[in-house]
């Protein structure tokens, strides 16, 4: 098995189309789900789509499968890769918020974090509108070291008493895993522009309304 993702950061000519087009994508895929200038929560779930379009525009769309609903923590496989990766998102300036798994239910929080393990290398975007963040392959050897340096200070999980939404990465821990990528020459890094997209997410389904 190949590191096909290291390939992929070290190519200048897709670097540079990441740090063009993604801005533009991500607005995109926001505007799109948004109501009353709020983005709502599908917003992650387009965003994974577009990382996964790349993937395949990049590696071959026979190549980059997208697993059953029901595994857990696998967004993509790229045949020949070393391993499954998962797709992580966030907007803002800091590492906060990134969920490892999202459950409402406070069993399940302990149950994951007691049998929790890294098993995927992560694609980590930062979106930081009209400035600066990061687009980044996280590979799972620097989380399996981070995991074996932090232990259970790698994880922010729900305080008692309140309605877990899930169990988070602790932001230092992910502050330092994407450093550790930025060394390896695995982090891209984006100023987020987010002006100049006009985008009408009716027009389409107009338009297929109007056709005979």
């Known amino acids: 098995m190949a590191d096909l993702l290291a390939r992929l950061f070290r ?21 799109e789900v948004s109501r009353g200038g709020k983005v709502g929560m599908e917003a992650g779930t387009l965003r994974e789509r577009v990382i996964i379009a790349m993937l395949k525009y990049y590696f071959g ?7 059953d609903i029901t595994v857990h923590e696998v967004d993509v496989i790229i045949e020949g890769h070393s391993n499954p990766i998962s797709i992580k998102t966030k907007t803002g300036t800091g590492y906060s918020g990134v969920k490892l798994v999202w459950t409402v239910d ?24 009209n400035k600066f963040g990061e687009f980044c392959y996280i590979s ?30 602790n932001s230092i821990v992910l502050k330092e895993a994407v450093a550790k990528s930025k060394e390896m020459g695995y982090v891209i890094d984006i100023y987020w522009e987010a002006t100049g997209v006009v985008y009408d997410p009716y027009n389409r389904w107009i338009e297929l309304w109007a056709e005979e």
Do not use: C
């Not at 087009?21 to 995109?28: C, D, Q």
């Not at 989380?143 to 990465?169: A, C, D, H, S, V």
């Open 140 to 169: 799972l050897e620097i989380q399996q070291k981070l995991f074996r340096k932090y232990g259970e200070q790698y994880f922010k999980k729900p305080n008692q008493g309140t309605n877990p939404r899930g169990i988070e990465i």
């Open 61 to 67: 769309e026979h190549k980059v499968k997208e697993p």
């Open 11 to 31: 190519d200048e000519k897709m670097v540079a189309k990441v740090k063009k087009r993604l801005p533009y994508m991500f607005k995109l895929a926001e505007i």
């Open 106 to 129: 406070w069993e399940k929080v302990d149950e994951f974090v007691g049998n929790y393990k890294p098993k995927t290398d992560i694609i980590f975007s930062r979106i930081n509108w």
